[in-house]
């Protein structure tokens, strides 16, 4: 009994000074891109992962690394077999074009299987998200579009409104003078409760048109009243 502990233990110290190796690379497809494939290796248990690179710790023998994928109904392979004692060890893997028969490993099937199912709902998907991008940005052009126009259209009619607020506020000035015939400016500002600077603009514009005559006195102006043109 004695010698099978010391067989074990033995054993195991042997396992713990042999050094593991590294076996790592990159999967690339017949035109030289890095694609993402299935990648096994024959360790016990199999290793297995899907990516477009790996990196495997292992114990010196031999070993043989596969990978695939499926692509526009094609089944890409590509097997590179290799002794590894210690170190590290680069091995990249080309995929090439092969008949399904070439694939054994059951899991391997199911995966490819899986994959090819995947690729064919995707070609099914309508392309909706396109059309409807394209549609967003036409409602967002039209919605520009038509603000631009109602904006522009707000602002003639709001300077005919400025205009018709004019005519009105000339109109009610002439008025004022037809009646008084004579008055201050101050008194007529008062009257209208407008600014000195739009009562005089108006003034002036009646005393070109010959309506109205302005006299200087002391601060202020009397205005006139005038039937016709002044001679």
């Not at 010196?60 to 526009?72: H, N, R, V």
């Not at 407008?194 to 514009?205: F, M, R």
Request: glycine share 4%; with cysteine; hydrophobic share 45%.
């Amino acid at each position: 009994m004695k010698k099978i502990f010391l067989l074990i233990f033995l054993f195991i110290f042997l396992c713990f000074l042999v050094d593991a190796g590294e076996i790592y690379g990159e999967i690339y497809d017949i035109d030289l891109k890095n694609v993402v494939a299935i990648i096994t290796i024959n360790t016990t248990p199999q290793q297995r992962i899907i990516s477009n690179s790996y990196r495997f710790e292992v114990f010196p023998g031999f070993y043989s690394i596969k990978a695939y994928f499926f692509k526009d109904n094609v089944t890409y392979y590509g097997e590179e077999k290799i002794e590894v004692k210690d170190g590290s060890y680069r091995v990249d893997l080309i995929l090439f074009p092969v008949d399904e028969e070439v694939i054994e490993d059951e899991k391997i099937k199911e995966i490819v299987d899986l994959l090819k199912d995947i690729e064919s709902v995707e070609k099914k998907k309508p392309k909706f998200p396109l059309i409807l991008i394209g549609l967003v940005i036409f409602c967002i052009f039209i919605i520009i579009f038509v603000g631009f126009i109602v904006l522009k259209n707000k602002k003639k009619k709001k300077e005919k409104i400025e205009i018709k607020h004019v005519d009105e506020f000339k109109e009610k000035v002439e008025k004022i003078l037809r009646k008084e015939k004579r008055i201050l400016q101050k008194d007529l500002r008062k009257m209208l409760n407008v600014s000195e600077a739009k009562l005089s603009l108006l003034i002036t514009e009646l005393e070109e048109e010959g309506k109205v005559k302005k006299i200087k006195r002391g601060r202020g102006n009397i205005l006139i009243w005038q039937e016709g043109p002044v001679v």
